[in-house]
């Protein structure tokens, strides 16, 4: 079993994280999800209003109504895709995003073919850019700029090849640059920032992990003086009253003796829960004792996790994982009695959170959903159920595939 967890744990670890803000900051970029929808209704307004201004421009007018439906249809997308609860967004979404609102494009530049007379009003460049702007907080910045780079050369080219009917002479080439530099400008502006951002938290992560080493040795020994702290109350309620009783009487019983065996027995088992306690069942009862009314009493109870599979979480997962249960602890419908945690299954760990909550289904997802996202932004699988006041939020890696 040891063996099965230490691939497990060295499995897991070891999966490569791409360099994006919505991997490596989720609750940050969550905080962003507003930028995607204004975005797009403001390239939507933006298309309507240059439509408007080409109604003399368009001999097929159904082609520019459809160009809007498109765009719009890629607007919805982008803002169903990219919302906290659907984290995270991957590749597919992203090339059919910007693919859709491109074919969007295509279709009113078709709809004005032969009778445009400026390239710089046409809204299909500045739709495109605008969708991109947002694409590099969830994915990564070569491949949005890929993207961008694919759509800079589809309308540029549709822009050149309409040279005959502008009129503005000049080289087609100018024509293809006007077309291709809001993208490019938008898709590197927002590429850039993302970067630094992405930059930025490695740092902080690195100082972090930095921090957190140079602490280690005073948090052992802050440890060591808390179940050495722990064991001496153990005795002073149990043991040393007993020894006092015993040495006054100078007789030694059989009832004595099976006392002694009792408060030997506690103690033991105290220490041993003391030294192997986890960090799991530590969170669990620190979270139940900031409740203050004695929730965390018997807490070792409330975590079952036999196989410590615990230690596959990295620390950006028991971050999250820690203020999910601070959370749930917090809730004032919350019976406490019945929150647990159960772990399962070394090849591919399965996270089961229970509680009885007497909260509204609305409220418990405004308050859990962000930490699900979360957890799912950090490369995890999870999901929350609620029935009948009784709360489930299961998380887990996802299954792991056979070599």
Do not use: K
């Not at 991957?90 to 910007?98: F, T």
């Not at 109350?233 to 099976?258: H, I, K, M, Q, Y």
């Not at 996790?305 to 419908?333: C, F, K």
């Amino acid at each position: 079993m040891n063996q099965v967890l230490s691939e497990t744990i060295v499995h897991y670890r070891s999966l490569p994280v791409e360099r994006t803000p919505q991997r490596l900051d989720p609750l940050g970029v969550q905080s962003a999800w507003l930028l995607v929808p204004l975005l797009g209704i403001v390239a939507l307004a933006d298309a309507v209003f240059s439509t408007l201004l080409h109604h003399d421009q368009l001999p097929h007018h159904p082609l520019a109504v459809w160009a809007i439906v498109v765009l719009l249809v890629a607007v919805v997308v982008a803002a169903i895709r990219t919302h906290p609860g659907l984290a995270p967004v991957g590749l597919w979404s992203h090339l059919a995003i910007v693919g859709v609102a491109l074919v969007g494009a295509c279709l009113f530049e078709a709809a004005v073919w032969g009778h445009n007379q400026r390239i710089q009003d046409d809204w299909g460049q500045l739709a495109v850019a605008l969708l991109l702007t947002a694409m590099p907080l969830y994915r990564p910045v070569g491949e949005v700029l890929a993207v961008a780079a694919f759509a800079a050369v589809v309308l540029g080219a549709l822009a050149a090849a309409q040279a005959s009917s502008l009129l503005i002479a000049n080289q087609p080439l100018v024509y293809a640059t006007v077309a291709a530099t809001p993208i490019l400008a938008l898709a590197f502006g927002g590429a850039g920032y993302a970067w630094t951002m992405t930059g930025e938290t490695l740092r902080w992560r690195e100082v972090a992990r930095a921090g957190q080493l140079r602490l280690d040795a005073e948090l052992r020994q802050v440890a060591a003086r808390m179940v050495a702290q722990e064991r001496t109350t153990a005795l002073n309620a149990e043991a040393v009253p007993f020894l006092t009783e015993l040495s006054a009487r100078g007789v030694v019983t059989d009832d004595d003796r099976r006392r002694a065996r009792a408060i030997a027995e506690r103690l033991r088992a105290a220490a041993v829960e003391a030294v192997e306690r986890s960090w799991l069942a530590e969170t669990v009862a620190l979270a139940l004792a900031r409740r203050g009314d004695g929730a965390e009493a018997g807490q070792a109870s409330r975590v079952h996790d036999p196989d410590r599979l615990e230690q596959v979480l990295s620390d950006e997962h028991r971050a999250i994982v820690g203020a999910l249960i601070g959370t749930i602890a917090a809730l004032p419908g919350l019976d406490p009695r019945t929150l647990a945690v159960s772990v399962a299954q070394p090849g591919s760990p399965v996270f089961v959170l229970t509680a009885q909550v007497s909260e509204p289904r609305r409220e418990l997802r405004s308050d859990l959903v962000p930490y699900l996202s979360a957890l799912q932004s950090a490369s995890m699988v999870a999901s929350m159920r609620v029935r009948e006041g009784g709360l489930t939020v299961r998380f887990a890696y996802p299954e792991r595939r056979a070599p």
